[in-house]
């Protein structure tokens, strides 16, 4: 009888975090090429360069960027993470914008990237979130803070900015009456 009371809790409990929508099954040929968790930024760029290079080795492809929320994420954490994915395969790379996709994939047990290569004539992936919404404890997350300046530092600041402009400004009309 004490072993029943905990069971049907934890099945309670657990019931919203482990449902999934059983109509929408992923195809097994349809596995993502690379997926990871809440990786370094210096961790997830050699993969992305990977895939740089891959696109340009096959013209015509298209990669597909899906990033999940975990059970307790920072709201806006996927949308945040597959930009910045295809920001940097865009930017730095200098793949077209219209090869790379990315979407917000929804929410999955652990926070998570998947990246899919797709030749042309193949169908594209569909993302495949297993956690309701539920489930899911949305955190507020601060941005990396500045260091704060004190007023010292901040006016020792102020006086070189205008001592610099002042010494530039009075060269000026020399270097124009040269020219």
């Known amino acids: 009888m004490k072993g029943i009371l905990p069971s ?32 370094r930024w210096r961790d997830e760029k050699p ?62 047990v652990e926070d998570s990237t998947e990246l899919w290569l797709r030749l042309p004539g193949e169908t594209h992936p569909t993302p495949y979130a297993t956690v309701n919404r539920e489930a899911v404890r949305l955190i507020r997350c601060a941005p990396a803070r500045r260091k704060r300046v004190g007023p010292v530092i901040l006016l020792l600041r102020t006086i070189s900015l205008v001592f610099n402009w002042t010494s530039h400004a009075a060269a000026l009309p020399h270097k124009f009456a040269e020219g």
């Open 47 to 108: 993969v992305l360069d990977r895939y740089a290079n891959m696109l340009r080795q096959s013209p015509g492809s298209v990669v597909y960027i899906f990033s999940y929320g975990g059970l307790r994420t920072c709201k806006g954490w996927a949308r945040a993470r597959a930009r910045r994915a295809r920001n940097y395969l865009v930017a730095t790379h200098g793949i077209a914008a219209n090869r790379v996709f990315w979407s917000d994939g929804g929410f999955r």
């Open 8 to 39: 049907i809790l934890f099945l309670l409990i657990a019931a919203p975090v482990l449902a999934q929508d059983s109509s929408r099954q992923r195809p097994v040929d349809s596995i993502p090429r690379d997926e990871y968790g809440n990786i």
